[in-house]
């Protein structure tokens, strides 16, 4: 069956393309026989150009990863309004030894709350989920006696949620959002919007 229209077109591009990365076969420098001199970023010169390296790191993709980071996010949110929850993004807040910190999401509900930072990374190895939500734990509970102060709360869980770069969702991520009430239809879309960012 042919493709009639050009949405129809670019669509089964972008299937093609998110097939190359899921396979590891991205052409990228580093790929044997891609490159007959060079294997560094074509952008940046810096690092040798490998999917992580284009899909974490290189300064020319960062406001790329910014708005697939903030399309993630908001979609999280909007899921967590519909379950009831009352949700601020980007919360500015101070920790306990008086830096600031700013986070991503706080989700309030019967006078508790979860501070969520949904995170995209390149997927590496099965823990790499908990040691996301590890890290992020490190980062922010020192700011949860400001947010009790400030939003009345009793109690206040920090989530550091991963979602893959090639738009995978690990089992932590699925987990946390089966507990948080939110359907699998929204974990989909957060792994579809995370692979076409």
Known sequence: MECTTKNAAHKGSDSGDALKMIGYVAPVQAVPGRSRDDTRCRRCLSEI???????????????????????????????????????????????????VRRIDTIAIKNNSAYILDPTIRF????????????????????????????????????IGLMVGARGTIPSFFANKCKNLGLTYSTVKEIAISALKG
Do not use: W
Not at 58 to 67: F, G, Q, T, V
Not at 128 to 144: A, C, G, L
């Open 49 to 99: 150009e490998t999917l992580p390296h284009i899909l974490g790191f290189c300064p020319y993709s960062e406001a790329l990863r910014n708005i697939r980071h903030h399309a993630v996010r908001s979609m999280l949110a909007e899921a967590l309004k519909e379950v009831g929850f009352t949700v601020l993004q980007e919360v500015q807040g101070l920790a306990t030894q008086g830096s």
């Open 123 to 158: 997927e590496t190895h099965a823990d790499q989920p908990h040691e996301v939500d590890s890290e992020k734990k490190r980062i922010y509970e020192p700011t949860i006696p400001f947010y009790k102060d400030k939003y009345s709360l009793s109690h206040i869980d920090v």
